[in-house]
C-alpha cells in the first residue's frame, strides 16, 4: 500500500478466549465471563454465546435465561492483564509506532513499513503461535478505516480497504457504525431523516449545521466519508478516559446500577493501566429516562489508575447521588490524565 498506512488490531472475544487457553474442553460451546452475584452483570461472551443474545453488560441472570446451556465463569482480570502484556509484547516487537488504546486493540502505524499486508500477516500468526488467540485485523489510510474495517468480518477477520472503499461498502451501515457517532447523535440524525452513513455524507451541510452546529455538523461528515487524519502516537495526548454504556431498558435498581458500574470501572482501569496513565478527577455521568444527564465528581489528592482505587469513588459518587429516576445511560471518567511515573510492572502488582 503506497502512502500512509495504518492498522487496528482489536482480540476476538479476549475475556473469553484468555479463559479458553486454560480450558481448551470448552471451545466451541457458549461460554460466559460474567460475576457470580445476583446482581452481576456479563463482562464478555463467545461467539457461540452471542448467538443466543447474550451480550456485554447485559444482566447475568437474563443471560442465564436467554443461554441456559451456557458455561459461566468469573472474571479473572489480574489473567486478563497478564495476556494482554504478552500480546502487546509482541506487536510492539513489530511495529515502532504503536498506540495502544486498552487490553485488548492497537492502534499500528504502517507507513514505510515493507509489505505492510504480509507484515501483519505475520504478526497475527505469531500472536496465535506464541498466545494461542485470535485477533481481527484492520489496515486502510486512517485510524478510522482501520478501526471500522477490522469490526467488519470478526472474529479473525483480516480487512484490508481504501477510502473510497470504505464508503462503498459500508454505504448503508447506520451511522453508529462509525466511532464518534454515539447514541443520542444517531438519535438526532435520525430526526433530520438521515440514518445511513451515505446519506450523512450527502446532506446538506447547511441543513446538518442548523441541527449540531457549523463544526459538530462538518465533523459528523468527515466521519460519513471514512476523512480521518489523526495521527498514531504512543504518547496519546487526551485528558481523560470514560467508559459508558446506554442501556436497552431503563434501570432503578441502585443494585444494578452498582454492579454494571464495577463493570465500567473495571473496563477503564484495564485501559488506564494499559496506556500506563492516571488521573486524580474521578467522575460519574448518569442520564435519566427523562433525558437529563447529571454527572459527579471528585478530585483526589493522588492520581490513581486502578479499580480498587477508582470503585470505591465512583461508587459513592452514584450512590450520594441516588439517582430519582429510572437510568437509561451510566459511565464512568478518569480525568486530569498523566503518565505514571512507575512501569507496568509496578502498577498490575497494586491489583494482582
Given at each position: 500500500?503506497?502512502?500512509?498506512?495504518?492498522?487496528?488490531l482489536d482480540m476476538?472475544?479476549?475475556?473469553?478466549?484468555?479463559?479458553?487457553?486454560?480450558?481448551?474442553?470448552?471451545?466451541?460451546?457458549?461460554?460466559?465471563?460474567?460475576?457470580?452475584?445476583?446482581?452481576?452483570v456479563v463482562t464478555?461472551?463467545?461467539?457461540?454465546?452471542?448467538?443466543?443474545?447474550?451480550?456485554?453488560?447485559?444482566?447475568?441472570?437474563?443471560?442465564?435465561?436467554?443461554?441456559?446451556?451456557?458455561?459461566?465463569?468469573?472474571?479473572?482480570?489480574?489473567?486478563?492483564?497478564?495476556?494482554?502484556?504478552?500480546?502487546?509484547?509482541?506487536?510492539?516487537?513489530?511495529?515502532?509506532?504503536?498506540?495502544?488504546?486498552?487490553?485488548?486493540?492497537?492502534?499500528?502505524?504502517?507507513?514505510?513499513?515493507?509489505?505492510?499486508?504480509?507484515?501483519?500477516?505475520?504478526?497475527?500468526?505469531?500472536?496465535?503461535?506464541?498466545?494461542?488467540?485470535?485477533?481481527?485485523?484492520?489496515?486502510?489510510?486512517?485510524?478510522?478505516?482501520?478501526?471500522?474495517?477490522?469490526?467488519?468480518?470478526?472474529?479473525?477477520?483480516?480487512?484490508?480497504?481504501?477510502?473510497?472503499?470504505?464508503?462503498?461498502?459500508?454505504?448503508?451501515?447506520?451511522?453508529?457504525?462509525?466511532?464518534?457517532?454515539?447514541?443520542?447523535?444517531?438519535?438526532?440524525?435520525?430526526?433530520?431523516?438521515?440514518?445511513?452513513?451515505?446519506?450523512?455524507?450527502?446532506?446538506?451541510?447547511?441543513?446538518?449545521?442548523?441541527?449540531?452546529?457549523?463544526?459538530?455538523?462538518?465533523?459528523?461528515?468527515?466521519?460519513?466519508?471514512?476523512?480521518?487524519?489523526?495521527?498514531?502516537?504512543?504518547?496519546?495526548?487526551?485528558?481523560?478516559?470514560?467508559?459508558?454504556?446506554?442501556?436497552?431498558?431503563?434501570?432503578?435498581?441502585?443494585?444494578?446500577?452498582?454492579?454494571?458500574?464495577?463493570?465500567?470501572?473495571?473496563?477503564?482501569?484495564?485501559?488506564?493501566?494499559?496506556?500506563?496513565?492516571?488521573?486524580?478527577?474521578?467522575?460519574?455521568?448518569?442520564?435519566?429516562?427523562?433525558?437529563?444527564?447529571?454527572?459527579?465528581?471528585?478530585?483526589?489528592?493522588?492520581?490513581?489508575?486502578?479499580?480498587?482505587?477508582?470503585?470505591?469513588?465512583?461508587?459513592?459518587?452514584?450512590?450520594?447521588?441516588?439517582?430519582?429516576?429510572?437510568?437509561?445511560?451510566?459511565?464512568?471518567?478518569?480525568?486530569?490524565?498523566?503518565?505514571?511515573?512507575?512501569?507496568?510492572?509496578?502498577?498490575?502488582?497494586?491489583?494482582?
Amino acid at each position: 500500500m503506497a502512502g500512509r498506512c495504518v492498522a487496528h488490531l482489536d482480540m476476538d472475544a479476549f475475556y473469553v478466549s484468555v479463559e479458553l487457553r486454560r480450558r481448551p474442553e470448552l471451545r466451541g460451546r457458549p461460554v460466559i465471563v460474567a460475576g457470580t452475584g445476583p446482581r452481576s452483570v456479563v463482562t464478555t461472551a463467545s461467539y457461540e454465546a452471542r448467538r443466543f443474545g447474550v451480550g456485554s453488560a447485559m444482566p447475568a441472570a437474563r443471560a442465564r435465561r436467554l443461554c441456559p446451556q451456557g458455561v459461566f465463569l468469573a472474571p479473572d482480570f489480574a489473567y486478563y492483564r497478564e495476556a494482554s502484556r504478552q500480546v502487546m509484547a509482541i506487536v510492539r516487537a513489530a511495529v515502532d509506532v504503536v498506540e495502544v488504546v486498552g487490553l485488548d486493540e492497537a492502534y499500528l502505524d504502517l507507513t514505510g513499513v515493507p509489505g505492510p499486508v504480509a507484515a501483519m500477516r505475520r504478526l497475527v500468526a505469531e500472536i496465535e503461535r506464541a498466545t494461542a488467540l485470535g485477533c481481527s485485523i484492520g489496515i486502510g489510510p486512517s485510524r478510522l478505516v482501520a478501526k471500522v474495517a477490522s469490526d467488519a468480518e470478526k472474529p479473525r477477520g483480516f480487512v484490508v480497504l481504501s477510502r473510497e472503499q470504505a464508503c462503498r461498502r459500508f454505504a448503508e451501515a447506520p451511522c453508529g457504525l462509525v466511532p464518534g457517532i454515539g447514541p443520542k447523535t444517531v438519535e438526532r440524525l435520525r430526526g433530520l431523516g438521515v440514518e445511513t452513513l451515505s446519506a450523512l455524507g450527502a446532506v446538506p451541510a447547511t441543513r446538518l449545521a442548523e441541527r449540531f452546529g457549523p463544526r459538530h455538523a462538518a465533523e459528523l461528515q468527515r466521519r460519513a466519508r471514512f476523512e480521518d487524519d489523526s495521527p498514531v502516537t504512543e504518547e496519546r495526548k487526551v485528558v481523560s478516559e470514560s467508559r459508558e454504556l446506554t442501556f436497552d431498558e431503563d434501570i432503578r435498581d441502585l443494585e444494578r446500577l452498582e454492579a454494571i458500574l464495577g463493570q465500567l470501572v473495571d473496563r477503564l482501569c484495564d485501559g488506564l493501566i494499559a496506556q500506563r496513565r492516571r488521573g486524580r478527577t474521578i467522575g460519574i455521568k448518569v442520564r435519566l429516562d427523562d433525558f437529563s444527564t447529571h454527572t459527579r465528581a471528585r478530585t483526589l489528592a493522588d492520581a490513581v489508575a486502578t479499580a480498587d482505587r477508582v470503585g470505591p469513588v465512583a461508587q459513592d459518587l452514584l450512590r450520594r447521588f441516588a439517582p430519582p429516576r429510572p437510568v437509561r445511560l451510566l459511565g464512568v471518567r478518569v480525568a486530569g490524565l498523566e503518565l505514571s511515573d512507575r512501569d507496568d510492572d509496578e502498577q498490575l502488582q497494586l491489583v494482582l
